[in-house]
């Protein structure tokens, strides 16, 4: 069983940043593809981006490519989400996730573990 604690969400304006991080057990963890998704109420959760943990080969959505960027801490098995020119259709509950595998996915139905969630709220 891998637990994942997600970090960083909260409240900023249209065109700030925050980072998110992602800390898998280490007790349990080994070497897996992460990745964030996201759920704004009332939709349903949608991938946001991915990274194999081996190569360290990233994915992202259409719609926050170049202004997210995924990367991780091996050492610390841990993920960061680094969302910068943030607007307010970002706004949503951010998912960590981990599946079995070092390959990314980019699925929600392809992932093994979640997070509790954390809330961004961009505001216009």
Do not use: H
């Amino acid at each position: 069983q891998v637990q994942l604690v997600e970090s960083g969400g909260g409240l900023v304006q249209a065109g700030g940043s925050l980072r998110l991080s992602c800390a898998a057990s280490a007790r349990t963890f080994s070497p897996s593809a992460m990745g964030w998704f996201r759920q704004a109420p009332g939709k349903e959760r949608e991938f946001v981006a991915a990274i194999g943990w081996s190569r360290g080969s990233t994915s992202y959505a259409d719609s926050v490519k170049g202004r997210f960027t995924l990367s991780r801490d091996i050492a610390k098995n841990t993920v960061y989400l680094q969302m910068n020119s943030l607007k307010p259709d970002d706004t949503a509950v951010y998912y960590c996730a981990s599946r079995r595998g070092s390959n990314y996915r980019t699925r929600v139905d392809e992932y093994d573990y979640w997070g509790q969630g954390t809330q961004v709220t961009v505001s216009s």
